[in-house]
């Protein structure tokens, strides 16, 4: 294949601009902001389960404490109940010895309801403490994420504006690249997975970086500066300029 030298080495401008998007393209599939994202989602999602069991546990002790401060309540309204009687001299002795025993037994039951809620309301007060310190876990693990998407929005809002501003000089350098050459460099873009010509630079190509030695070299000298000539090692496009070494 045959193109005009000067053409050919416009292929290095077309390459630069694919060696650009193809960096874009990387840092997009790997950009640590989404990363970021992704981690501050998943402390997020763990803080939101622990507030849900705290919450749960708060509620389940709350609702033991009121039904213990009931039974205290009403073990008193029935110690005041028997300690008027007793004091009302108006039953029979029998009936005041057992009064005094039940009002034993009920001042006793008193104080063990009175302990149970001692130790329930202190169990309370430091789940809601573990509640409290959740709930600003949350709070924090929710700005921590807001701020990795903007930084992650940011990031890429960044590529899209660089892939958008090189598609666009790329355009404008394929644009003057006859049909066939540009065919051509694609076809060997796809195959190489990046560029479709390179630079031969001190005989060395710039796609692969290996140098040119023997017959390989030999034929690159010899062809026409018009001939299209490819790397055997890599199979891009050698574009030759002044740099070359030939």
Known sequence: MKADHFEQQKLLDLAAEDIALTQLAHRQRNLPEVAAVAAAEEAER??????????????????EVKRLESDVETVRARETKDQRLLDSGSVSPKEMTNLQHELESLKRRQ??????????????????????????????????????????????????????????????????????????????????????????????????RLELYGNELAAVRKADPHEVVRCENCGRILVRTAESGL
């Not at 622990?50 to 609702?63: A, K, N, P, Y």
């Not at 509640?131 to 709070?139: C, D, K, T, V």
């Open 111 to 208: 104080s063990d309801l009175e302990d149970q809620e001692l130790e329930l309301m202190q169990r309370l007060e430091d789940a809601e403490a573990t509640l409290r310190a959740a709930q600003q876990g949350l709070e924090q693990a929710r700005a921590d994420r807001e701020r990795a998407e903007q930084l992650r929005d940011g990031a890429l809002a960044d590529i899209a504006d660089g892939t958008a501003r090189h598609e666009a000089a790329r355009a404008e350098v394929a644009g003057v690249i006859s049909a066939p050459l540009l065919s051509f460099y694609d076809r060997i873009r796809v195959q190489t997975g990046s560029t479709g010509a390179a630079m031969l630079r001190a005989r060395a190509c710039q796609g692969c």
């Open 46 to 63: 763990a803080l939101s389960a622990d507030v849900v069991r705290s919450e749960t546990e708060v509620r389940d002790l709350g609702r």
